[in-house]
């Protein structure tokens, strides 16, 4: 990982128990519940090691002493959290050396008998970077100017899983334990610096070469999983520059963020939209490239009764449709279920996109080729995502069918309302090609 203390020649960085041990004691003097019964033991038994308070630089020299280390570093946590198999660790200030990590972090982010964060991410690692760098300027600034500024900074990062799929995490860097210190006698601290100015992180290297001080303490760093939101939020911006559902590209993003969603690598994504003008279904191959419904000769050759059959179905049925097990027998139910079980799908849910008024125009589809894959807690996962699949197929109808419109008035007069969908089908045609 390509930290601050990796890329910033000249940043004094030293782990102490110091800061942690003076919070300690500032909770019993302020007689915060409990604290005198946990740590009392504790803190005594702590200080009767002074080597153990000293600024280290070498972790090594703490080994003969580790169960006591962890036993001070584990106050930092909530029992809640570390019974969980919480994601967190504590490093060097600033550094990728951890000395305590809880084995959830050490699965996602270290090397087996590593003590070093790794994130294999170039863009993660350089955010990381500035982010570390960003919180030692406002801890200098906390310090000699008694500036009020964070002592946390939070952002989200994508991760791939050993599955392949991407999850997203809100990594959270914590100050609170560090103490910074001028290290150089000769170095002058400006005496007009006004911390009320905004400066950027190079301009204030400039003012306060990093060499000068050195930070004692530890960082604590503490993950979440925020996929479910995160990968929403991409979907809503995938959706929002999507042209047409026969855009490739995009779709690609889709089924990438749909598969983190449901937490399912090896499922199949499709979008077969039902976009209707003048009493006409409009059907073109770049229409329902990415449907997987209509993949099949039969089932193209058949689309119109298709349709209107998935019309019927969601009308009498509006909800999400889930086949853990999709077998001939479920066909026999569903009539639809054929067309995909054809295709080698073992397992299938089905998700009806609507307008507000209530009208079918597209169904979003979720195949497996296992039995049993896909189960209700996946289907409840994507629950969210459906509305913004509704709103942008709707975009996408309209966009269409106002071209269509303009196609018709430009081209011809008046029309008998009988063979306008004659007209339709053409300016359509005409459009796709």
Not at 212 to 221: A, C, K, M, W, Y
Not at 237 to 249: A, G
């Amino acid at each position: 990982m390509s930290t601050v203390s990796t890329i910033y020649q000249g940043f004094n960085s030293y782990l102490s128990l110091q800061p942690l041990v003076v919070v300690l004691k500032k909770m019993i003097a302020e007689r915060k519940s409990g604290a005198k019964r946990l740590y009392q033991g504790l803190i005594q038994e702590i200080e009767s090691k002074p080597e153990l308070l000293k600024p280290i630089s070498d972790i090594s020299l703490l080994d003969k002493e580790m169960d006591l280390v962890e036993s001070l570093l584990s106050t930092i946590f909530p029992p809640s959290t570390t019974s969980n198999q919480g994601t967190y660790a504590i490093s060097f200030p600033f550094r990728e050396e951890t000395v305590y990590a809880s084995p959830g972090f050490r699965d996602i982010f270290m090397e087996e008998g590593s003590n070093t964060i790794r994130f294999t991410d170039l863009r993660t690692n350089l955010e990381v970077s500035k982010a570390n760098l960003s919180l030692a300027y406002d801890l200098i600034l906390h310090k000699f100017y008694s500036h009020p500024l964070p002592i946390t900074a939070t952002s989200v990062h994508p991760f791939k899983d050993e599955s392949g799929l991407t999850r997203y995490y809100e990594l959270r860097l914590n100050t609170q334990f560090i103490d910074v210190k001028c290290i150089n006698k000769d170095f002058a601290m400006p005496v007009n610096f006004t911390p009320q100015q905004t400066l950027e992180v190079d301009e204030l290297r400039d003012v306060f070469p990093l060499e000068n001080f050195s930070f004692e303490g530890l960082t604590v760093i503490e993950l979440n999983d925020v996929t479910q939101d995160q990968v929403i939020v991409e979907i809503k911006t995938s959706l929002l520059n999507i042209n047409s559902f026969s855009d490739v590209t995009v779709y690609d993003e889709l089924q990438q963020h749909v598969q983190s969603l449901i937490g399912l690598k090896n499922v199949l994504i499709g979008i077969t939209p039902f976009f209707k003008m003048n009493g006409y279904y409009l059907y073109t191959e770049s229409l329902y490239r990415n449907s997987l419904l209509f993949k099949t000769p039969e089932a193209i050759e058949k689309k119109e009764r298709i349709s209107r059959m998935c019309q019927e179905t969601f009308d009498a049925s509006p909800q999400p449709m889930l086949y853990e097990i999709l077998n001939e027998a479920s066909t026999l139910h569903n009539p639809i279920l054929k067309y995909y079980h054809e295709q080698g799908a073992k397992s299938i849910f089905l998700c009806p996109l609507k307008t507000d008024s209530g009208n079918l125009i597209g169904l979003l589809e979720v195949c497996s080729l296992v039995a049993g894959q896909l189960q209700f807690h996946h289907l409840t996962k994507i629950q969210p995502a459906i509305q913004l699949f509704s709103l942008a197929l709707e975009k996408s109808g309209e966009t269409l069918e106002l071209q269509i419109d303009k196609m018709i008035k430009e081209h011809f007069t008046a029309i008998q309302p009988a063979v306008e969908w004659k007209f339709t089908e053409a300016a359509f045609n005409y459009l796709q090609h």
